[in-house]
Structures are given as C-alpha cells and as structure tokens.
C-alpha cells in the first residue's frame, strides 16, 4: 500500500539515492534486475540435482546471463551512452559472476549496486530490463518502461505466468533498438490484475471497509464477501 502511495516517504527517490550512491541523476538511469541466483554457485550443484527441472533452469540462467551480459558489453563497446547509467542489481542469493564484474570495470557507467530494497530503484530510475523476476509486479504497480530480455526462452512450465503474456527481447539488434531508441516494450499491465488487484486500490481500506460492514450488519452476513476480499488481499499484499 505505501508503494502504490507517491507521497508516502516510504521510497527513496532519484536524489537520494544518487547521493547515496554517488550517481548522476541528471543523466538517465537503466535498471537490470538479476535472478542469476544460480550462476556461478558451486556449492548449490548438490541442491541442483535433488529437483525435477532444476537443472534445466540453472542452464538457462548460465547462458541467458552470459548472452545478455554480452548484449551489454557490444553495446557499451560500440556506442558508449555516454548519458546513461546502467545499474546491475544483482539477486540477493547471488553470486557475482567474473563476466558482470568484468563488464562493470570495463565501463565506469556500468554499476553493481546491490544495497537498497529492489523498489527503490524501480520507483526512480528512467528504463528498466529484467530476465525472471518476481519483481514485475512491482514495475507494473508503478507502471515503468520495461524490456523482458530472453535470449534463451523458458519451457512453459519452467516460466512465471505473468512472463508468458509478455512481449520478449531475444536477440541483440532488438535489443540495441530499444537502447538507442529509448524506446522500452510497452507492457500489457491488465495482465497483473489478478495477482495485485486494481494500481489504485488501497488494501488496507478494503479491509476495513468490510469490517466496519461486519460490526453494523452482523458478521454472518460477510462471511462470504470477506472471503472473497481475503483472497484478493493476498493476491494484493504487495
């Protein structure tokens, strides 16, 4: 509820952090959100063998990252974008791979920035790439430019729902395209309703409405409609 909230003072905005973290923020910010968790994670190869699939996902991981990394690194080699920062937000289980960390010493506008909960930099930067993660929802409750980058495509039963109605980025012109051109995919946010409700609904009040129901009409008459608010509050709760 506070992050749908703009003047909340529960998110950080553009100015603190680039005073936090020593950024420009007149120049324009691009976000990467990893879910590499398990790229270069030696000690989870016991972990990886115990699962139906896991397997499977860990090498998309591996080479997704690979690919889009690379996407980067051509990209930043060819035209510099010399006006834009990019930010690497790592997953928190993540292990930094030598391909990013070479990337970032490479080009003084490539960053890894790990610190800051994930909505913070969602809430304040201009562009933003993501791969796999559970995180869309919250780019869509703020309703952000957003490019799902898919080199590698995921079998349905390995993919998040939300993702497979999702317009994917899977090569590297397209990817350059819509670097150059500023010009991230358009997403279908309708799509996300399911999971958070309305953007402008307010869960907490939607409770309290139907409590305050409850104590002058009798609770007997709620139950079903309280039931019903329930399950979408916790489709909602973010």
Not at 43 to 48: A, I, L, P, S
Not at 169 to 175: E, L, P, T, V
Request: include cysteine; hydrophobic fraction near 35%; proline fraction near 3%.
């Amino acid at each position: 509820d506070f992050y749908k909230l703009d003047n909340s003072g529960y998110i950080l905005n553009k100015h603190q952090l680039s005073e936090l973290f020593d950024l420009d923020e007149h120049k324009k910010w691009r976000l990467f959100i990893s879910s590499f968790s398990y790229c270069y994670r030696t000690d989870k190869k016991e972990e990886m063998n115990q699962y139906d699939g896991l397997k499977e996902f860990v090498d998309i991981s591996v080479n997704s990252q690979k690919e889009i990394i690379g996407w980067y690194f051509r990209a930043l080699n060819e035209h510099s974008f010399t006006d834009t920062i990019f930010i690497y937000r790592p997953h928190p289980d993540e292990t930094i791979s030598p391909i990013v960390e070479a990337c970032a010493k490479q080009f003084k506008n490539f960053k890894i920035i790990s610190n800051m909960p994930i909505r913070h930099w969602i809430n304040s930067v201009d562009y933003i790439d993501t791969w796999y993660s559970t995180s869309i929802l919250d780019i869509m409750i703020k309703g952000k430019r957003c490019s799902v980058l898919r080199p590698i495509a995921f079998p349905p039963d390995l993919d998040i729902d939300l993702y497979r109605s999702l317009p994917h980025i899977s090569n590297y012109n397209d990817f350059l395209f819509h670097l150059v051109n500023e010009d991230n995919l358009q997403l279908n946010y309708s799509s996300a309703e399911y999971y958070i409700g309305s953007i402008r609904d307010i869960s907490v009040l939607n409770v309290a409405s139907v409590l305050i129901s409850m104590l002058h009409n009798g609770a007997n008459d709620h139950i079903e409609s309280f039931y019903n608010l329930r399950c979408r509050f916790n489709r909602n709760a973010y």
